[in-house]
């Protein structure tokens, strides 16, 4: 939904040219009563006519001077959820990440190395180390 009110900055022919880009890119308009005074000011716009129903136009909000728009979406579509997972830093096996870590030879691996590289590597292998031995579980939303 959006405010079409055009008044205040008006340029030459920027109407016209608005009413071109709804026409040219098939757009529905739904809103066919005034929603402010005697004018139609806000529109809902859709790129499907079904997409809008019930559009009804009722008593300004407060101190608007602008009527509300009520309308029902009908879009059917998945949800994107997106999985979230969390450490179950509980249940991490120690142990074995200790192993693991004993088993790198440090010496060579940060040898000539700037700090900022040593860093970078022993932050590397920690989180693969991690990832290996502390399980997820799946977190609800």
Same mark, same amino acid.
């Given at each position: 939904?959006? %405010? *079409?009110?055009?008044? %205040? *900055?008006?340029?030459?022919?920027?109407?016209?040219?608005? %009413?071109?880009?709804?026409?040219? &890119?098939?757009? &529905?308009?739904?809103?066919?009563?005034? #929603?402010?005074?005697?004018?139609?000011?806000?529109?809902?716009? /859709?790129?499907?006519?079904?997409?809008?129903?019930?559009?009804?136009?009722?008593?300004?909000?407060?101190? /608007?001077?602008?009527?509300?728009?009520?309308?029902?979406?009908?879009? +059917?579509?998945?949800?994107?959820?997106?999985?979230? *997972?969390?450490?179950?830093?509980?249940?991490?096996? *120690?142990?074995?990440?200790?192993?693991?870590?004993?088993?790198?030879?440090?010496?060579? #691996? %940060?040898?000539?190395? #700037?700090? #900022?590289?040593?860093?970078?590597?022993?932050? &590397?292998?920690?989180?693969?180390?991690?990832?290996?031995?502390?399980?997820? +579980? +799946?977190?609800?939303?």
């Amino acid at each position: 939904m959006g %405010l *079409y009110s055009r008044h %205040l *900055y008006r340029v030459p022919g920027e109407d016209q040219e608005f %009413l071109n880009l709804v026409q040219d &890119s098939f757009l &529905s308009q739904h809103v066919l009563e005034a #929603t402010r005074g005697e004018n139609m000011l806000d529109i809902v716009l /859709s790129s499907q006519k079904e997409f809008v129903d019930n559009v009804k136009i009722c008593e300004p909000l407060g101190c /608007s001077d602008h009527n509300q728009i009520h309308f029902i979406i009908k879009v +059917k579509g998945e949800r994107n959820r997106k999985i979230r *997972y969390r450490k179950k830093i509980h249940k991490g096996r *120690y142990k074995d990440m200790r192993e693991y870590l004993a088993k790198i030879d440090w010496n060579n #691996t %940060l040898k000539n190395k #700037t700090a #900022t590289e040593c860093w970078n590597i022993l932050k &590397s292998e920690i989180d693969c180390v991690v990832g290996k031995f502390v399980p997820l +579980k +799946k977190q609800r939303k």
